[in-house]
C-alpha cells in the first residue's frame, strides 16, 4: 500500500497534488451546511430524545433489579458484579440526556 502511495505521489507533479488538495477541500465545505441543517433539526427533538432515554432507563432498571433480585434469591455468588454492571448503566443511561443538551442548547 505504501509503495503504490510512494508511486502515485512521484508520478504526480506537486501543481496536481495541490489541485486535488483544493478539490477535496472545497467539496468538504459543501457539506458543512447540510450538517448544520442536521444539528438544527436534533436540537428541536433534544426534550423527546431525553424522555426516550429515561423510558428506555426506566425499564432496563427494573428489568436489572428483577434480574439482580432473582439472583439473590437463588444464592448466586455473582451478585455484586451484576449490581455493580447494571447500576453503572443506569448512571450512564441517566447522564445521557444531560451531555446531550448540552450539545443541543
Do not use: H
Not at 42 to 54: D, F, H, M, N, W
Amino acid at each position: 500500500m505504501k509503495k503504490t502511495v510512494k508511486k502515485i505521489a512521484g508520478t504526480l507533479s506537486k501543481r496536481k497534488l495541490l489541485s486535488m488538495a483544493l478539490v477535496l477541500g472545497m467539496s468538504s465545505l459543501a457539506f458543512a451546511g447540510p450538517i448544520g441543517t442536521a444539528t438544527g433539526t436534533l436540537a428541536t427533538y433534544r426534550t423527546e430524545i431525553g424522555g426516550l432515554v429515561y423510558a428506555i432507563g426506566g425499564i432496563v432498571g427494573f428489568v436489572g433489579g428483577l434480574r439482580i433480585y432473582n439472583k439473590w434469591q437463588n444464592g448466586d455468588q455473582d451478585v455484586n458484579k451484576e449490581l455493580l454492571g447494571y447500576g453503572g448503566a443506569m448512571i450512564f443511561l441517566f447522564i445521557v440526556p444531560t451531555i446531550v443538551g448540552a450539545f443541543f442548547p
